[in-house]
């Protein structure tokens, strides 16, 4: 248990979790690109919640020894996943709906004001896929059923790692 404690204190675990969420990015961007996947509104948020994990990541390694920088790391972490899972729920419950008034899919991201993501980086924040719609399927479950199951990972291991943490803390 020490073990799993101690990780989030070097920098090597917090490099790797980084590497793992920019790799996730990069599937993101060949499926729209290379597969011409076009993403939905809720496929973008998806990705923001990603794009939120990977500055936690970068944050995390940063300065992993300090207790501050790694509360940070672990607050945009949390939130992230938590919120990436969520919107992955939602998605999938639009996909599965059969009801076609339950849910509607909106045409432009809900960005903040002062942050339009959508209008500053369109090749990358831009939906212009329909969220009902299932066009990917691995093993039986579609792209947002994926993204929930990494998510639900994501905030799993948050919070072993944190209880690892808090157990130690306790025994000294």
Known sequence: MNWLAQLP???????????????LEVTALFFQYKMGLAPCIMCI???TAVLSLLGAGIVGSSKPQSKTVRMIAYAIW??????????????IDMQTT?????????????FPSFMPLHEWIPS???ATGDCGNIDWQFVGMSMPAWMEVIFGIFSLTLFIIIIARLLIKKSI
């Open 9 to 23: 204190t070097q920098r090597t675990p917090w490099l790797l979790f980084t590497a793992i969420v920019f790799l």
């Open 45 to 47: 948020y998806q990705r």
């Open 78 to 91: 949390g939130i992230s996943s938590v919120w990436g899972y969520l919107i992955a729920r939602e998605h």
């Open 98 to 110: 059969t009801d076609p008034f339950a849910f509607s899919c909106e045409f432009e991201p809900n």
């Open 124 to 126: 990358f924040f831009q």
